[in-house]
């Protein structure tokens, strides 16, 4: 990858992602539930600027007052990264966020990715994206797929990346604006932890993009009925509406923005549309990628 010019301040993206389908194949030594997913980026998300200060500090702010703590994923991402830094420098990290927390969008996650793509640059620590990957999987499951940058089908607790490009399509995405706990879902012995063994193919037979199964779907319409009731209203107008991740935001596609925007603009919830993307745009602006 070609590197970017050091500068005093950069800024980058830190990408949403949809779960296209989801399934739970069983569980490890561990207790871990193992998956299969198919990841999408999206052309959206949160910002993060890196602006180095005159100091050893690393410092957080953002948008949102209440993310500001001591144990965010941002800093977090910093401080793991630390010890590899070869040109370490005070840096001041500013997220301005307008992804909505506890979707399944991979909001959290992501800013954590972009943390560890730009800080690996800024401190020249000289660490392969795989390197960078173990280390983001400590940290959660979904950080590796915005660290390799790119859509891909997933496997294990989705670490295992199997890059893919699918057609970019346009994806209305609605949020409830309630909070779904994961640990609460994955807890919950409804939960359908079994599902037959895919590959992509399958995937990609049953109408790939445009069609998909989330197997935490009926616990989650159960425990959060505003959940269901945004699926329902949506369903109408899109058959292939779907919940993405464990989270509570759902999403349809559409073959053009015109229409998506066309539902969006008849929507009660907060939502977006957004272009799916086989390349994350972190990696397009850090790395110069098309």
């Known amino acids: 990858m070609t590197k970017p010019v050091r500068e005093e301040t950069i800024i980058l993206p830190a990408p949403a992602k949809l779960n296209l389908m989801l399934h739970i194949t069983g569980q490890d030594e561990r207790g871990y539930h193992l998956l299969q997913t198919m990841f ?71 800013d954590c990715a972009t943390t560890l793509l730009a800080l690996n640059e800024l401190w020249q620590c000289h660490l392969s994206i795989d390197e960078l990957s173990k280390l983001g999987v400590s940290l959660g499951a979904d950080i590796p797929v915005f660290i390799h940058g790119k859509t891909a089908w997933a496997e294990g607790i989705g670490e295992e990346l199997f890059a893919h490009d699918l057609p970019e399509l346009w994806y209305l995405v609605i949020h409830p604006e309630c909070f779904v706990s994961t640990a609460k879902i994955f807890s919950n012995k409804a939960l359908t932890r079994d599902c037959e063994i895919s590959k992509i193919r399958d995937f990609l037979a049953q109408g790939g993009p445009k069609r998909g199964n989330n197997v935490m779907e009926p616990v989650v319409f159960d425990l959060y009925p505003e959940v269901k009731k945004v699926r329902d209203w949506l369903i109408q107008f899109n058959p292939d509406a779907r919940m993405t991740g464990s989270g509570s935001c759902l999403f349809a596609p559409f073959d053009n923005e015109r229409e998506a925007r066309k539902i969006a603009s008849r929507c009660e919830w907060p939502n977006f549309v957004a272009k799916g993307v086989n390349t994350s745009p972190t990696h397009t602006k850090l790395f110069g990628l098309n």
């Open 40 to 110: 999408q980026l999206l052309d959206y998300g949160d910002t993060l600027t890196f602006e180095f200060s005159n100091d050893d500090q690393v410092t957080f702010s953002c948008s949102v007052p209440e993310l500001e703590t001591d144990n965010n994923l941002v800093l977090q991402a910093a401080e793991v990264l630390r010890p590899y830094a070869t040109e370490f420098r005070g840096i001041n990290i500013h997220l301005d966020k307008v992804l909505p927390m506890g979707g399944g969008i991979g909001g959290g996650s992501s």
